[in-house]
């Protein structure tokens, strides 16, 4: 199966743009008739028969609808600090992608030892990790953010941290943890840990 990203899709009609379209027509050498799979970066996956077999912007006519397509049945956000090896950070974003992560936050901590993220390459890695998937949805890749700044969005659900285990405080199990719940945010650190600053902070907002 081969889904292809549409920038203007609604109930009758996907859009793909010049790079969608090149690929579709030139590289996979579809005609118009042939039936295609598009999706729109929401989360609805459109079955189309293709109209205008142009390269340069291709249109498909809508067959069938299918929202929420391979959607997880809850909402979840991982906020990350970026690895100093900028490409293990790009793996992460592949595989968060691939697991059906909603959204997606650099975080720049105390002790991170990347201090500037660009967000342009990562959208790439997403969009094309979710068509490889046969997901439906591209995550949103916020800008980075501080530790600070993020603890202090109004968030719902369960919030929860991932650090290093300190003797007293018990753990959780995560299965039982997330038994029910809609909306989940999850906060990793960089490779030393977050600062004890920032985790006092977090537990002071809840994770």
């Known amino acids: 199966m081969e889904v292809f990203y549409g920038f203007d899709?609604?109930?009758?009609?996907?859009?793909?743009?010049?790079?969608?379209?090149?690929?579709?027509?030139?590289?996979?050498?579809?005609?118009?008739?042939?039936?295609?799979?598009?999706?729109?970066?929401?989360?609805?996956?459109?079955?189309?028969?293709?109209?205008?077999?142009?390269?340069?912007?291709?249109?498909?006519?809508?067959?069938?609808?299918?929202?929420?397509?391979?959607?997880?049945?809850?909402?979840?956000?991982?906020?990350?600090?970026?690895?100093?090896?900028?490409?293990?950070?790009?793996?992460?974003?592949?595989?968060?992608?691939?697991?059906?992560v909603d959204c997606i936050v650099p975080l720049i901590g105390e002790r991170s030892e990347r201090k500037v993220y660009k967000t342009e390459r990562a959208q790439r890695i997403a969009l094309s990790a979710t068509k490889q998937s046969l997901k439906a949805r591209i995550p949103e890749i916020r800008e980075p953010i501080s530790v600070k700044d993020f603890l202090e969005e109004d968030r719902d659900g369960v919030k929860m941290i991932a650090c290093c285990f300190e003797p007293g405080q018990p753990r959780k199990s995560i299965r039982a943890t997330l038994s029910g719940e809609k909306t989940i945010t999850v906060l990793i650190g960089p490779e030393g840990d977050f600062s004890?600053?920032?985790?006092?902070?977090?537990?002071?907002?809840?994770?």
Not at 56 to 76: C, D, M, N, Q
Not at 196 to 207: E, H, I
């Open 9 to 100: 899709c609604d109930s009758s009609l996907c859009r793909l743009d010049a790079q969608e379209s090149t690929h579709c027509v030139r590289v996979l050498r579809h005609r118009e008739g042939d039936e295609i799979d598009v999706i729109d970066g929401f989360g609805t996956l459109y079955h189309c028969r293709l109209t205008l077999a142009d390269a340069r912007g291709a249109e498909a006519t809508v067959l069938e609808t299918h929202p929420g397509w391979h959607a997880l049945p809850y909402s979840l956000t991982i906020a990350c600090c970026p690895t100093k090896n900028n490409e293990r950070f790009e793996w992460f974003v592949e595989k968060a992608t691939e697991m059906g």
């Open 196 to 207: 004890t600053a920032d985790l006092d902070l977090a537990r002071s907002n809840g994770y």
